[in-house]
């Protein structure tokens, strides 16, 4: 037994009303950790697809990148992008899952993707920057869901110690402290009884 406890009806009240309330809280949190892991899971399965979708779509940009690449040298495609017309700002809220602050991210874009004229590049490197800004929307996206599935994951993980700290340590130590005050008062009625029938011998044999 790890917790200290007085041998009195008090304390047994006490013990008892604690182990209600901490079987009470392990079944709150057991149920928090369920719908957790339920929606960490229905994310997992979400951001898998967004990403195959990014990394497909992403492969597609370098592909015509790189045959731009080909054909420029390096100071013309570097004149090329060194001004970048489009300019994008993140405006960032929170919603809540389960009491979990998860960020929102809304892109705010402004200007065009092209910043160069289109006499001194090749098509190809149009068609990559006109990939690439239609995959942003989406690559920011990813970026929520992923740092959503970082925070759930934090959470079931904390969740999930309180839940064996309770399951495995506060519960069976107040259930033992609970049995050996049980033992102790029964001890102490049974000495007081036999007291209690020794002073009535003593009283009849007067």
Same mark, same amino acid.
Do not use: W
């Given at each position: 037994?790890?917790?200290? +406890?007085?041998?009195?009806?008090?304390?047994?009240? !006490?013990? @008892? @009303?604690?182990?209600?309330?901490?079987?009470?809280?392990?079944?709150?949190?057991?149920?928090?950790? #369920?719908?957790?892991?339920?929606?960490?899971?229905?994310?997992?399965?979400?951001?898998?697809?967004?990403?195959?979708?990014?990394?497909?779509?992403?492969?597609? +940009?370098?592909?015509?990148?790189?045959?731009?690449?080909?054909?420029? #040298?390096?100071?013309?495609? %570097?004149?090329?992008?060194?001004?970048?017309?489009?300019?994008?700002?993140?405006?960032?809220?929170?919603?809540?899952?389960?009491?979990?602050?998860?960020? +929102?991210? @809304?892109?705010?874009?402004?200007?065009?993707? =092209?910043? =160069?004229?289109?006499?001194?590049?090749?098509?190809?490197? #149009?068609?990559?920057?006109?990939?690439? %800004?239609?995959?942003?929307?989406?690559?920011?996206?990813?970026?929520?869901?992923?740092?959503?599935?970082?925070?759930?994951?934090? %959470?079931?993980? !904390?969740?999930?110690?309180? +839940?064996?700290?309770?399951? =495995?340590?506060?519960?069976?130590?107040?259930?033992?402290?609970?049995?050996?005050?049980?033992?102790?008062?029964?001890?102490?009625?049974?000495?007081?009884?036999?007291?209690?029938?020794?002073? @009535?011998?003593?009283?009849?044999? %007067?």
């Amino acid at each position: 037994m790890r917790l200290t +406890v007085s041998a009195t009806r008090m304390e047994l009240l !006490r013990l @008892k @009303k604690r182990l209600i309330l901490a079987r009470r809280g392990h079944k709150l949190l057991k149920d928090k950790q #369920d719908e957790l892991m339920s929606q960490l899971l229905g994310l997992v399965e979400r951001i898998g697809e967004v990403r195959r979708e990014v990394e497909t779509r992403l492969e597609e +940009v370098y592909g015509h990148f790189l045959s731009a690449r080909m054909s420029l #040298d390096d100071r013309t495609l %570097e004149a090329a992008l060194s001004f970048p017309g489009k300019v994008v700002k993140l405006k960032a809220t929170q919603r809540l899952i389960l009491n979990i602050r998860v960020p +929102v991210l @809304k892109p705010e874009i402004e200007g065009k993707i =092209y910043c =160069y004229g289109f006499a001194s590049t090749p098509g190809d490197l #149009d068609v990559a920057l006109k990939k690439l %800004e239609q995959l942003l929307e989406k690559m920011i996206q990813l970026a929520e869901m992923e740092k959503t599935l970082q925070l759930l994951a934090d %959470e079931i993980e !904390r969740t999930r110690r309180r +839940v064996n700290a309770l399951e =495995y340590v506060l519960i069976p130590d107040l259930q033992e402290a609970i049995k050996y005050i049980t033992m102790k008062l029964e001890e102490m009625e049974r000495e007081s009884l036999t007291r209690l029938m020794r002073v @009535k011998e003593i009283i009849r044999g %007067e």
